[in-house]
T-cell receptor, first 109, second 113 residues
Framework: GENVEQHPSTLSVQEGDSAVIKCTYS??????FPWYKQELGKRPQLIID?????GEKKDQRIAVTLNKTAKHFSLHITETQPEDSAVYFC????????FGAGTRLFVKA | SQTIHQWPATLVQPVGSPLSLECTVE??????LYWYRQAAGRGLQLLFY??????ISSEVPQNLSASRPQDRQFILSSKKLLLSDSGFYLC????????????FGPGTRLTVT
């Protein structure tokens, strides 16, 4: 089955710094690469996604980059703010997705 | 617009009791449906997914089962709960042929005592 790994498991940054989270996967048939954000006690919500025919996508302060050859994709958050503090999950796949274990991001004011 | 409902929001059940959690989706047809479980401070574990009425795929061989009696209804059940069944249960849906963004329900927090 699909093997999904996320790194790091915990990330602490100063407000204004950048944060990068990496996701590696094993299934070469994966064609959809989303990142979800989950705030404490709430449901996960999509923040950005990318499809296999695109190498990079940006939406204001967040971006996702994809390396299909190496089977990994990364979430980049620039100019971090305290409200970015949450758990972030990657979920590569297609209609069936396997979620990574999550990265807990702390942004210190 | 589409909405997803889950109930109950919280549930406290004794070990050995049965379980029934319900999820319904409005505003879309033939969605893919999913059940996940999240233990405290952990990731999302995919339990079941369904691509159509009566079509259920199981990802974990546990004492849980799922059913899809109607197009937009997904039910998670157990005949006898275990302590290890405690967690945050999330239902989600996605568009049948993509894009595959998943939309999550508000979740049910289950405590087995």
């Amino acid at each position: 089955g699909e093997n999904v790994e996320q790194h790091p498991s915990t990330l602490s940054v100063q407000e204004g710094d950048s944060a990068v989270i990496k996701c590696t996967y094993s299934d070469s048939a994966s064609n959809y690469f989303p990142w979800y954000k989950q705030e404490l006690g709430k449901r996960p919500q999509l923040i950005i996604d990318i499809r296999s025919n695109v190498g990079e996508k940006k939406d204001q302060r967040i971006a996702v980059t994809l390396n299909k050859t190496a089977k990994h994709f990364s979430l980049h958050i620039t100019e971090t703010q305290p409200e970015d503090s949450a758990v972030y999950f990657c979920a590569p796949g297609g209609f069936k997705t396997i979620f990574g274990a999550g990265t807990r991001l702390f942004v210190k004011a | 617009s589409q909405t997803i409902h889950q109930w109950p929001a919280t549930l406290v059940q004794p070990v050995g009791s049965p379980l029934s959690l319900e999820c319904t989706v409005e505003g879309t047809s033939n969605p893919n449906l999913y059940w996940y479980r999240q233990a405290a401070g952990r990731g999302l574990q995919l339990l079941f997914y369904s691509v159509g009425i009566g079509q259920i795929s199981s990802e974990v061989p546990q004492n849980l089962s799922a059913s899809r009696p109607q197009d937009r209804q997904f039910i998670l059940s157990s005949k006898k709960l275990l302590l290890s069944d405690s967690g945050f249960y999330l239902c989600a849906w996605s568009v049948a042929r993509g894009p595959y963004e998943q939309y999550f329900g508000p979740g049910t927090r289950l405590t087995v005592t």
